[in-house]
């Protein structure tokens, strides 16, 4: 018996698990290989558990980084990921002069500078336009979610028209989605005024600060002073990462498929009640079905542009 | 396959968080350190087989009773080993007193482990390990970045996976070890 061949094997298995074009006929060789075995499965049992652990501290780790005021390393991080996605960015020009409007592809993710210093990081299937002038600073999600940092300007307020709201602050870091009427803002560092777009609507304007969550839909706004924690939650998707928490199946899946063109799909109401948590990459919506196949013993189905997942 | 997954479950959660201590255990009692790998996955082996006839109660015990009498029996069968190697064995004091208690590291405590894992890793493939890791990159999208195939990504990958995991579980790698490449094919003693 060798165990160092068989770690290698086990690792290479591993590897080769995360292939995009990973098929049943590779999980059929793989199985046959760790039937072959014990001292298989449990070289293998024993990387992916620990794998799954690089995984998943990797991604605490951008988050623990962020939320203390250690700049340089998420600054780099940001970076390295502005310029690796930029080229799902598309800039359109031939707007009217002092505007700028970019968009991701569904799955995209990229940055945008601003002319004053801030900068506006999409997430995926989102657009924006944005204008930055002497006088005014002023930005239109028009799908989507955006994470902002806002250079502190006293004299030019920062606005960010979302849908039927107002986002409107001075100098800090939040971010906006929208889904269909609901807007959602999150707010990292500072404090916002969420108000309605039209000043004669009815919901009142709200302050938010640091570790809260508005969530606006039409006349109601809730406002949340949810944690820290939460709010770098609902950011982990600059990560690259989804993170759930007690999350009902039924909301993880509609997550995934903001970033990915192939759906979950759940096939009964009993299977969308399961609860999760969490942090996967948000672009492998594979691996995380997978993963609900092998620890709730869920039927998992990939098909081209769909995967179904039921009991 | 129910009890299989019962069985993982149970030596991930019993078994594999005892792996420090039962690595320092057999490297203090084997003098041939090229073999404590072997030596190790053997053991595991032999409880897994045997938690499959009949779960331990106690698992910290039956762990260190079992990779004691593996060594023992290894011994026995080596006919070049000394007889003193196997009498130290079978004189080694309750097994419970010579092993440290379990710690179960905390996230935190993981978390350093496994940047202390990362440092050590060559540039290249510490590279691979937080494109694809921390950035959340695919493997095609790593290897375009990076420029190389993706046969590449996934030897990085590996050699990353298997180094980061031995971080992770708290195994104080030999200093042999380091060259990630020449390892293998070079003499283990120093």
């Known amino acids: 018996m060798n165990a160092e061949r068989i770690e290698q094997q086990a690792a290479e298995w591993l590897a080769r698990r995360e292939r995009a074009d990973w098929s049943a006929d590779d999980q059929g060789a793989l199985d046959a290989w760790l039937d072959a075995d014990t001292a298989h499965k449990l070289a293998y049992w024993r990387l992916e558990h620990g794998w799954a652990k690089v995984g998943r501290l990797a991604a605490l780790r951008g988050a623990v980084a962020a939320s203390r005021s250690r700049r340089w390393r998420p600054a780099a991080i940001a970076a390295a990921i502005g310029a690796i996605a930029l080229a799902g960015v598309v800039l359109f020009i ?6 700028q409007r970019y968009e991701t592809p569904v799955g995209g993710h990229g940055t945008m500078p601003l002319a004053d210093g801030s900068r506006v990081e999409l997430s995926t299937d989102t657009r924006v336009r944005a204008a ?45 989605r929208r889904d269909g009427d609901q807007v959602r803002v999150a707010v990292l560092e500072g404090r916002v005024q969420v108000a309605p777009a039209k000043p004669a609507d009815d919901a009142d304007a709200q302050i938010a600060v640091r570790g809260d969550i508005v969530l606006a839909k039409g006349a109601s706004t ?7 924690d939460q709010v770098a939650r609902a950011l982990s998707w600059r990560r690259g990462m989804l993170t759930f928490d007690r999350t009902t199946l039924a909301e993880a899946a509609a997550e995934f498929n903001r970033y990915s063109t192939t759906k979950l799909v759940l096939d009964d109401e009993e299977t969308a009640a399961i609860r999760i948590g969490g942090t996967f990459q948000s672009d492998n919506a594979v691996a995380f079905a997978r993963l609900l196949g092998d620890a709730y013993g869920l039927h998992v189905v990939e098909h081209d542009d769909e995967i179904v997942i039921s009991r | 396959m129910a009890e299989r997954d019962a069985l993982k479950a149970w030596f991930l959660r019993e078994v594999l968080p005892l792996e420090p201590a039962l690595t320092r255990f057999i490297r203090r009692n084997w003098s041939n350190e090229a073999e404590i790998a072997d030596l190790r996955q053997e053991v595991y082996v032999r409880i897994y087989e045997a938690a499959s006839e009949r779960l331990p109660l106690n698992p910290r015990p039956f762990v260190f009773a079992t990779a004691r009498n593996h060594m023992i029996d290894r011994a026995r069968r080596a006919s070049i080993v000394s007889f003193d190697l196997v009498a130290d064995l079978e004189g080694l004091p309750f097994v419970e007193e010579v092993v440290t208690p379990p710690q179960v590291a905390s996230a935190r405590e993981e978390l350093h482990r496994v940047r202390a894992g990362l440092e050590t890793l060559p540039r290249r493939c510490r590279q691979v390990i937080e494109l694809r890791k921390i950035h959340g990159l695919s493997q ?16 990085h990958t590996t050699r990353g996976m298997r180094r980061l995991v031995d971080f992770l579980l708290g195994n104080e790698a030999p200093p042999t070890r380091r ?4 390892a293998a094919g070079k003499e283990a003693g120093r």
């Open chain 2, 179 to 182: 060259p990630a490449r020449d």
């Open chain 2, 140 to 155: 095609k999208e790593t290897a375009e970045r990076m420029g190389v195939s993706l046969k590449a990504i996934e030897d």
């Open chain 1, 94 to 99: 031939g707007l009217p002069r002092d505007q």
């Open chain 1, 132 to 176: 930055v002038t002497e006088a005014r600073r002023e930005v239109w999600l028009d799908r989507g979610e955006a994470y902002f940092e806002v250079q502190h300007d006293r004299s030019r307020p920062f606005v960010v028209w979302a849908g039927d709201r107002k986002v409107t602050v001075l100098g800090t870091k939040f971010s906006v």
């Open chain 1, 222 to 228: 809730l406002l949340s002073s949810a944690s820290t």
